[in-house]
Nanobody, 117 residues
């Protein structure tokens, strides 16, 4: 089991950009995939983007072409670059990492992203 720590959240205006970081203790190679989720007030947590250890990534429809997930194996960090931000992107963003081989997974504590109009 590792520890995930998110950072990079904040307040940004409509159309702005932010880059979230998920720092993973131990080795990122312990996981088969790492995802970013978000949870807005009064809503369920939703999957935003996933990057697989084999390389591919996928995105929720609402963030395609605006968000990019990437991993830096050497830094044990996964990033979420968010561009063209909208007020509906406002949420707490969580990092989640899963090891499919033993079924274990870890969550970060979350980082707040607020987009003002």
């Amino acid at each position: 089991q590792g520890q995930l720590v998110e950072s990079g959240g904040g307040l940004v205006q409509l159309g702005g950009s932010l880059r979230l970081s998920c720092s993973i203790s131990g080795s990122i190679s312990n996981y088969d995939f790492v995802s970013w989720y978000r949870q807005a007030p009064g809503k369920q947590r939703e999957l935003v983007a996933t990057v697989f250890s084999t390389g591919p990534s996928n995105y929720a429809d609402g963030v395609k072409h605006r968000f990019t997930i990437s991993g830096d194996i050497g830094m044990n960090t996964v990033y979420l670059q968010m561009n063209s931000l909208k007020p509906e992107d406002t949420a707490v963003y969580y990092c989640h990492a899963r090891n499919d081989r033993d079924g274990s997974s870890d969550w970060g504590q979350g980082t707040q992203v607020t987009v003002s109009s």
